[in-house]
């Protein structure tokens, strides 16, 4: 369980990085523009975009290397990083999977109670 977290978070991470870069460009983009930000309707929270597009992939990918010495601390990084994306990307065709995968994995780090097998 340990390692399959650790694999789940490090690609939730690796993915959410995706995501983060683009949030980031975007608010970026909507702030030096702002007949952009007319069009389109621009963007609720750009502070939250901001911090989550760091932050969560951050703490995802954390939490998927520890997974498998630390899995309390590894479980909670990953459901954090799960909400943080959820909150600040919402659910779509692109966050889909990184929230998924480092949702996972953060339950799968809570539930391993020993190390696992080698």
Known sequence: MRNAAL???IIG??????VGFF???WTELLARYDELA????????????????????LMAIAG????RSANIPAGVL??????????AFGFGV?????????ALGGV???AARRPDPH
């Open 78 to 87: 990953l459901l954090a990083s799960a909400g943080g994306m959820y909150a």
């Open 7 to 9: 694999v789940l978070g």
């Open 38 to 57: 007319e069009i389109t309707g621009g963007v609720a929270n750009p502070g939250l975009i901001r911090a989550m597009s760091l932050g969560a992939p």
């Open 64 to 67: 998927g290397a520890m997974a």
């Open 94 to 102: 692109f966050t889909m999977f990184p929230i998924s995968f480092c």
């Open 23 to 25: 949030s980031f460009g």
């Open 108 to 110: 799968l780090a809570l």
């Open 13 to 18: 991470g690796l993915w959410g990085m995706v």
